[in-house]
């Protein structure tokens, strides 16, 4: 059972670009959380999707930044206008229908020139 | 004040020594505790999963909890190399999981 995928493993992007960032949850899963992860700090989250709803945001800034889970394919988490405070880990979890834990896959790492 | 304080160390001890590693939270709500484990520049693999007050162990790992005194640990027992990482205490409010809340991560080397 392949675990949660991400991709790309590593993004370069200049300011002002637009960043993708794609997540294929573990089979089976419909519950998708992305997180951030500044250096020295902690993972913080952004948003709960469940597919085609996005349940929870409270994470999420209030400009540039937004997340989808479609009934079919990844999730995304899409960074408009990248700023160099963008530069991050960024990660997806995926839990089961009934979310007893969340499943960490290996990140996306932007760097914004 | 951070919800979730955790010294972030490092905390270098010998192979086969016992770690203790601690968080304490200032939400007293906070019922289902988790600790992660994360290699340099890999994701938080799940190590440990607790609710409300107590003890679980799972071969070298002990994971408590006192909710009274709002502090969690985890135990290491017979410390390896390979126990060398980061380690995450996280924690969230209720079942069906959302929004889980991370300390800032401890680093941990165990030398030969």
């Known amino acids: 059972n392949a675990g949660v995928m991400q991709n790309p493993r590593h993004l370069v992007r200049r300011r002002g670009q637009e960043a993708r960032l794609r997540c294929s949850p573990m089979?089976?899963?419909?519950?998708v959380y992305w997180y951030r992860q500044l250096p020295e700090e902690g993972l913080k989250f952004m948003v709960y999707?469940?597919?085609?709803?996005?349940?929870?945001e409270s994470g999420m800034p209030k400009e540039r930044f937004s997340a989808e889970f479609p009934k079919e394919g990844p999730s995304i988490l899409r960074i408009q206008q990248v700023v160099r405070g963008d530069s991050a880990a960024y990660f997806c979890?995926?839990?089961?229908?009934?979310?007893?834990?969340?499943?960490f896959g290996p990140g996306t790492r932007l760097t914004v020139l | 004040q951070k919800e979730v304080e955790q010294d972030p160390g490092p905390l270098s001890v010998p192979e086969g020594a016992i770690v203790s590693l601690n968080c304490t939270y200032s939400?007293?709500?906070?019922?289902?505790f988790m600790w992660y484990r994360q290699y340099s520049r890999k994701g938080p693999e799940l190590l440990m999963y607790?609710?409300?007050?107590g003890n679980k162990e799972d071969g070298r790992f002990t994971a408590q909890v006192d909710k009274s005194s709002k502090y969690i640990s985890l135990f290491i027992r017979d410390s390896q190399p390979s126990d060398s990482a980061t380690y995450l205490c996280?924690?969230?409010?209720?079942?069906?999981?959302?929004?889980?809340?991370f300390g800032t991560g401890t680093r941990l080397l165990v030398s030969p």
């Open positions: 979890a995926s839990s089961p229908p009934r979310p007893d834990t969340q499943y």
């Open positions: 999707l469940q597919k085609e709803n996005i349940i929870d």
């Open positions: 996280a924690m969230t409010l209720n079942t069906g999981f959302q929004k889980l809340v």
């Open positions: 089979k089976g899963h419909s519950h």
């Open positions: 607790t609710y409300s007050s």
């Open positions: 939400n007293s709500a906070f019922q289902y």
